[in-house]
Nanobody
Framework: AQLVESGGGLVQPGGSLRLSCESS????????TNWYRQAPGKEREWVAR???????NYAESVKGRFTISRNMVSNTVFLQMDNLKREDTAVYYC?????????WGQGTQVTVSS
């Protein structure tokens, strides 16, 4: 299955964006869907997770500002990002963790700047 992220862009500090991660086809045996991000010159870091049962977890740096959700009919996972900060600037990647392995999207750029 191919994962396609969208919704990135340029936003001012304090603004909001909603990222989408859509799968080209139904993925079986999903354990969880994650969002990761990678800022220039830094390692990729985990941001948020939604399990197959719908439980959610967040990195401390985004807790209270980001919300992960899903639409199971459209096979889409969302990341609502509010009160964005300059340090949120990164390429954001969608990741599916399944019983058979993992798959990644190509990433979408989020830039927070005035």
């Amino acid at each position: 299955a191919q994962l396609v992220e969208s919704g990135g862009g340029l936003v001012q500090p304090g603004g909001s964006l909603r990222l989408s991660c859509e799968s080209s086809k139904i993925i079986f045996n999903i354990l969880a869907t994650n969002w990761y991000r990678q800022a220039p010159g830094k390692e990729r870091e985990w941001v948020a997770r939604i399990s197959n049962s719908g439980d959610t977890n967040y990195a401390e740096s985004v807790k209270g500002r980001f919300t992960i959700s899903r639409n199971m009919v459209s096979n889409t996972v969302f990341l609502q990002m509010d009160n964005l900060k300059r340090e949120d600037t990164a390429v954001y990647y969608c990741n599916v963790d399944a019983s058979w392995g993992q798959t990644w999207g190509q990433g979408t750029q989020v830039t927070v700047s005035s």
